[in-house]
């Protein structure tokens, strides 16, 4: 059986399953007592919990996930006071940085709706994006200047997949 019909003979569940492993051990080549940090859109949750298991059977000492929710996201430009958009929640990504000033890993699910924000106002969008950017730089630096090991995965969401194909 060649590579592509094993591929093929697996099951979502056990291709899951080989890419978490992949994912904290090739990819982040997570070390024994070392903490993760996730980020994954809430629909990935099938294989946030098993890089999970994979991470803390690495011995990890801590996996954090931070989920985002395209609903919630939308709601925010739909209904959220116009002076929100000029703040990020700079708590979240100054724990982020210190995470990695800590020897946290990072680890990035891609699959978020590219069009989510399609119909939203831009200038809303273009502040927030200005202020995440902004609020997240230190964190950044320290996973662009490659002091972390760190790593990003795809998940082929529903709206992904929709907007794709």
Same mark, same amino acid.
């Not at 978020?112 to 927030?128: C, W, Y």
């Not at 230190?138 to 992904?160: C, H, K, M, Q, R």
């Given at each position: 059986?060649?590579?592509?019909?094993?591929?093929?003979?697996?099951?979502?569940?056990?291709?899951?399953?080989? !890419?978490?492993? *992949?994912?904290?051990?090739?990819?982040?080549?997570? @070390?024994? %007592?070392?903490? =993760? $940090?996730? &980020?994954?859109?809430?629909?990935? !949750?099938?294989? *946030?919990?098993?890089?999970?298991?994979?991470?803390? @059977?690495? %011995?990890?000492? =801590? $996996?954090? &996930?931070?989920?985002?929710?395209?609903?919630?996201?939308?709601?925010?430009?739909?209904?959220?006071?116009?002076?929100?958009?000029?703040?990020?929640?700079?708590?979240?990504?100054?724990?982020?940085?210190?995470?990695?000033?800590?020897?946290?890993?990072?680890?990035?699910?891609?699959?978020?709706?590219?069009?989510?924000?399609?119909?939203?106002?831009?200038?809303?969008?273009?502040?927030?994006?200005?202020?995440?950017?902004?609020?997240?730089?230190?964190?950044?630096?320290?996973?662009?200047?490659?002091?972390?090991?760190?790593?990003?995965?795809?998940?082929?969401?529903?709206?992904?997949?929709?907007?794709?194909?």
């Amino acid at each position: 059986m060649n590579i592509v019909q094993t591929a093929k003979a697996l099951s979502h569940e056990e291709r899951l399953d080989r !890419l978490s492993n *992949v994912a904290v051990n090739v990819g982040l080549q997570l @070390k024994r %007592g070392q903490e =993760l $940090v996730m &980020t994954a859109p809430i629909e990935a !949750l099938p294989l *946030v919990r098993r890089i999970t298991a994979h991470a803390y @059977k690495a %011995g990890a000492s =801590l $996996v954090t &996930t931070l989920f985002s929710d395209d609903e919630t996201t939308l709601q925010r430009f739909q209904f959220g006071d116009d002076a929100g958009f000029d703040h990020a929640s700079g708590w979240l990504y100054d724990g982020m940085a210190a995470a990695f000033r800590s020897g946290a890993a990072r680890l990035a699910i891609a699959g978020d709706n590219p069009s989510l924000l399609s119909g939203q106002d831009s200038e809303k969008v273009a502040r927030a994006n200005r202020a995440r950017s902004q609020a997240y730089k230190p964190a950044l630096e320290l996973i662009v200047g490659f002091d972390i090991n760190w790593s990003i995965v795809s998940y082929a969401t529903e709206a992904w997949a929709k907007t794709v194909f």
